[in-house]
T-cell receptor, first 115, second 109 residues
Framework: DAGVIQSPRHEVTEMGQEVTLRCKPISGHDYLFWYRQTMMRGLELLIYFNNNVPIDDSGMPEDRFSAKMPNASFSTLKIQPSEPRDSAVYFC?????????????FGEGSRLTVL | KQEVTQIPAALSVPEGENLVLNCSFTDSAIYNLQWFRQDPGKGLTSLLLIQSSQREQTSGRLNASLDKSSGRSTLYIAASQPGDSATYLCAVRGNQFYFGTGTSLTVIP
């Protein structure tokens, strides 16, 4: 398997622009997680899905952030409008069914810079 | 809420030394514990996964232990090498994954 695939790897945009980050989880994984990583706050969970259904979005910073998972092989994280404080590395990760078996696999991340 | 702590935050050792990284968690009701490695500018790479019913897992020079009752895990790295320099994170799985803040390891040639 190719692993978790994220795009774009790097995004530079101006404040106020819309940003869309994309993720393809590992085939057969039931869980998909979006994380944000910064030096100041470390790794933060934004939202996670189980079988394409959002389970916990309490980590989403504010209404400017939204995430969707229209099918088992694709998810997006959208920021509209973007702000400089959104600059971070955004990771997508996937895991097989929960319980004792679930190992977490990360993508390479999308580095976002908002000017 | 589950809290995961990693001590020390940074560690510097000479090449060849054996070392131990620590991870502690507050809620013992976990499904598993996972150790990751992160190189600068890269994603997190899974090193070892320990199920809640297991005591330890080994992979090459790495050995991870789990003591659920005391809320502790250790990652033992034998005969450290400069290529081991990275940040090491632990994560415990409850209804979601809870991460520690990591230990930044530098192995000096």
């Amino acid at each position: 398997d190719a692993g978790v695939i994220q795009s774009p790897r790097h995004e530079v945009t101006e404040m106020g622009q819309e940003v869309t980050l994309r993720c393809k989880p590992i085939s057969g994984h039931d869980y998909l997680f979006w994380y944000r990583q910064t030096m100041m706050r470390g790794l933060e969970l934004l939202i996670y899905f189980n079988n394409n259904v959002p389970i916990d979005d309490s980590g989403m910073p504010e209404d400017r952030f939204s995430a969707k998972m229209p099918n088992a092989s694709f998810s997006t994280l959208k920021i509209q409008p973007s702000e400089p404080r959104d600059s971070a590395v955004y990771f997508c990760a996937s895991s097989p069914a929960g319980g004792t078996s679930g190992e977490l696999f990360f993508g390479e991340g999308s580095r976002l810079t908002v000017l | 809420k589950q809290e995961v702590t990693q001590i020390p935050a940074a560690l510097s050792v000479p090449e060849g030394e054996n070392l131990v990284l620590n991870c502690s968690f507050t809620d013992s009701a976990i499904y598993n514990l996972q150790w990751f490695r992160q190189d600068p500018g890269k994603g997190l790479t899974s090193l070892l996964l320990i199920q809640s019913s297991q005591r330890e897992q080994t992979s090459g020079r790495l050995n991870a232990s789990l003591d659920k009752s005391s809320g502790r895990s250790t990652l033992y790295i034998a005969a450290s090498q400069p290529g081991d320099s990275a940040t090491y994170l632990c994560a415990v799985r409850g209804n979601q994954f809870y991460f520690g803040t990591g230990t930044s390891l530098t192995v000096i040639p």
